[in-house]
């Protein structure tokens, strides 16, 4: 551990900038998804889910690749590697001439985006630990969340003047000024003598040693459970709000006003989490998910959409629980994880996501007329996530300071 518990400002924005080239990969997309669809020949507008729900699964498979990585040569060149992974993936997209290219395009570039996304956690997990970490970790991501509140209007803004390709252009631009960042300010943090030793069997190793930790795999599970719901309203939205709701030129703005509840909770998160402890706040943010899809469903069974304004008021509150769990639920899972940080997060990180993608692709697929089976999915693995909690019951380890 390196910063011990000194805040570092730019250190955090530095972290959250590494995270959002992934948010902007895929928010600043969504209201070009329908021009894409049509310029490569897409018939059903739901085949368009898979331009967001495909770079989560490149995600949790390079984890896989660069975590392990990372724990024998160190953070800063793996992230160069799977920076250049994204550049070539990009290329592909933008040179795509049927979806199905596409589609092998956005799966690399979660390929290469899944090393600045997970080795970003492991550089946290290298620098802090405890309750602090959950700390930090709630500040990385609500400034993280601050991208998808500006994206989707920058992607709109600039398909009024462009065509699509410029979405990708843009992200390309954006990314190599954060490496730049990155190269010249940050310091590696796995030194030498605490690097493991390259071998064929690292991967099998570390997932040994992974699972070893109750609430590491745990924890590990509700994130799949919450991120995969969640990944339902990412791939939908733009479905929801423009067809379901007639509300295309609104859709940005919508998406904007609800990345900002996230963000606010995360804050409130980072504010409150050494006093009360991340255990304790995510098992009653996760109850707060559960019980307020529960009653979306109960009032709204018949599949009738609400008014625009009471689904707005249900997906605020949904989405201000979920501000409480994504930095918590990472940082539980990590904390017994310091020794094997790399591994750790790419094993998290692979687990969560590759549940996460076809839950919101099966759930997505129900998403046709009515909002209702979106908030099926919240209740239904809500109730999971908290039982989850309960069976549990609060570890001992998961809220202390201690460095391991």
């Given at each position: 551990?390196?910063n ?18 992934v ?19 897409v018939?059903?507008?739901n ?25 024998s ?23 795509a ?34 309750n ?7 500040i ?83 994130s ?28 940005p ?74 930095g ?69 380890d ?7």
């Amino acid at each position: 551990m390196q910063n011990g518990n000194t805040f570092k400002m730019e250190f955090v924005a530095l972290m959250a900038s590494l995270m959002s080239i992934v948010a902007l990969s895929i928010d600043a997309l969504l209201p070009g998804l329908p021009a894409i669809g049509n310029d490569l020949g897409v018939t059903s507008t739901n085949d368009n889910q898979w331009l967001i729900t495909m770079i989560f699964l490149g995600l949790g498979f390079g984890q896989l690749i660069f975590g392990p990585l990372s724990d024998s040569f160190g953070r800063k060149p793996i992230v160069y590697i799977g920076f250049g992974v994204f550049i070539i993936a990009s290329i592909i997209c933008l040179t795509a001439k049927n979806f199905e290219m596409m589609i092998i395009g956005r799966v690399l570039q979660g390929v290469g985006l899944s090393s600045p996304r997970t080795l970003s956690i492991a550089i946290i997990r290298d620098s802090y630990s405890g309750n602090y970490m959950a700390k930090i970790m709630s500040i990385v991501v609500m400034v993280f969340i601050l991208v998808p509140v500006i994206a989707p209007a920058m992607g709109q803004f600039i398909l009024n003047f462009r065509s699509w390709h410029s979405i990708f252009y843009v992200n390309l631009i954006y990314g190599l000024l954060v490496m730049l960042w990155f190269w010249k300010r940050q310091d590696e943090t796995l030194v030498k003598e605490n690097r493991i030793k390259f071998t064929s069997h690292l991967f099998i190793d570390g997932a040994r040693e992974f699972i070893k930790y109750r609430d590491a795999v745990a924890f590990t599970l509700v994130s799949g459970f919450i991120t995969g719901s969640f990944m339902v309203y990412l791939s939908t939205s733009q479905q929801i709000f423009e067809q379901q709701y007639n509300l295309a030129d609104l859709f940005p703005y919508i998406f904007a006003s609800l990345a900002i509840s996230v963000g606010l909770a995360t804050y409130l998160n980072s504010v409150f989490v050494v006093k009360y402890g991340m255990w304790k706040i995510a098992y009653i943010a996760t109850a707060a998910y559960a019980f307020i899809s529960l009653a979306y469903v109960a009032v709204f069974w018949s599949g009738i959409n609400p008014s625009i304004q009471v689904l707005l008021g249900f997906f605020a509150i949904q989405f201000f629980a979920v501000g409480f769990l994504f930095g918590n639920l990472r940082a539980l899972a990590m904390q017994p994880l310091g020794h094997i940080a790399g591994i750790g997060a790419a094993i998290n990180g692979f687990v969560s996501t590759v549940m996460a993608v076809p839950i919101a692709n099966y759930i997505g697929s129900f998403v046709t007329d009515s909002v209702l089976p979106l908030f099926i999915g919240f209740s239904s693995f809500g109730i999971l996530s908290l039982l989850t909690f309960i069976i549990l019951k609060k570890p001992s380890d998961a809220v202390t300071d201690n460095v391991h």
